[in-house]
């Protein structure tokens, strides 16, 4: 599913415009990316929890060369989901 297909399925579920619709959505995940941005962790109850981590510098291979390269360290979004959700997944 991508996001418009998305907002067509939410759109028919509240009945409500697409455009409307695509403006909630829109605001919706600026507003997680910007919480997630700041460090701070979003929990959806019943879907899951987004949140920060780090990734340690470490030292890989270039696959054309074979050189050894350092990778940097880096942040990362994590995505943990929530029980009702990977019950309803498993179901």
């Given at each position: 599913?991508n996001k418009?297909?998305?907002?067509?399925?939410?759109?028919?579920?509240?009945?409500?415009?697409?455009?409307?619709?695509?403006?909630?959505?829109?605001?919706?995940?600026?507003?997680?990316?910007?919480?997630?941005?700041?460090?701070?962790?979003?929990?959806?109850?019943?879907?899951g929890s987004?949140s920060t981590?780090?990734?340690?510098?470490?030292?890989?291979?270039?696959?054309?060369?074979?050189?050894?390269?350092?990778?940097?360290?880096?942040?990362?979004?994590?995505?943990?989901?929530?029980?009702?959700?990977?019950?309803?997944?498993?179901?």
């Amino acid at each position: 599913m991508n996001k418009q297909e998305l907002i067509d399925a939410v759109a028919a579920t509240t009945r409500d415009t697409k455009a409307s619709t695509s403006l909630a959505i829109d605001a919706i995940l600026e507003s997680v990316t910007q919480a997630i941005t700041r460090g701070e962790a979003v929990q959806l109850i019943g879907f899951g929890s987004f949140s920060t981590g780090a990734r340690a510098e470490r030292s890989g291979r270039n696959p054309s060369t074979g050189e050894a390269i350092t990778i940097p360290a880096a942040k990362t979004v994590k995505f943990t989901a929530g029980k009702a959700f990977k019950d309803a997944v498993n179901a």
